[in-house]
């Protein structure tokens, strides 16, 4: 069984280098745009690339690192690149995605498939976030929201039209 990442990319590269260290997956796909791939993300302390900063951390994670490009501001491109991210899981992956990087067209988009992919297969939904004193958590938020869109379907056929 592989331990599998999905991710998105914008400009700062933190919330994949920590789900990285954390979860020490084998695999790291990374959904991203080449201009994601190309920042500096000198505002948060990097002086490289996000793509040397990534794969540095896969390489000390010992994860394999693939990269699937889009336009991180268009749904539709970033629905085909994480479909093309699908299309590499195998029925016995463990999954975990992250929805905390990326623009949030990305957020939306993969956070989305989180909530229908969690209703096929056992998944962990991730948020990576870092409190005002610096510390890091990785929120598993699987749970909470699979609560929440069960309450929510059970509200929405009832609505008036």
């Known amino acids: 069984m592989r331990k599998v ?19 020490k997956p084998d695999v790291c796909y990374v959904v991203t745009s080449e201009n994601g791939l190309k920042h500096v993300a000198e505002e948060h302390g990097y002086n490289e690339t996000n793509l040397v900063v990534l794969t540095a951390a896969a390489k000390k994670s010992k994860c394999k690192l693939q990269i699937f490009k889009c336009d991180a501001f268009d749904p539709e491109s970033i629905g085909d690149s994480i479909g093309k991210v ?12 992250n929805y ?13 498939v989180a909530i229908v992919l969690s209703r096929i297969m056992e998944i962990q939904i991730l948020y990576s ?18 609560e929440l869109f069960h309450k ?8 008036p039209r």
């Open 5 to 23: 990442a999905i991710l998105t990319l914008g400009f700062h590269p933190r919330p994949l280098e920590h789900v990285m260290h954390e979860k």
């Open 86 to 97: 699908l299309e590499q899981l195998k029925p016995d992956d463990q999954v975990m995605i």
């Open 129 to 146: 976030t870092r409190s005002p004193g610096g510390k890091e958590k990785l929120l598993d938020h699987s749970k909470k929201l699979s």
């Open 100 to 112: 905390s990087g990326g623009t949030q067209a990305m957020s939306l988009v993969l956070g989305s």
């Open 152 to 159: 929510l379907y059970e509200i929405v056929p009832s609505m």
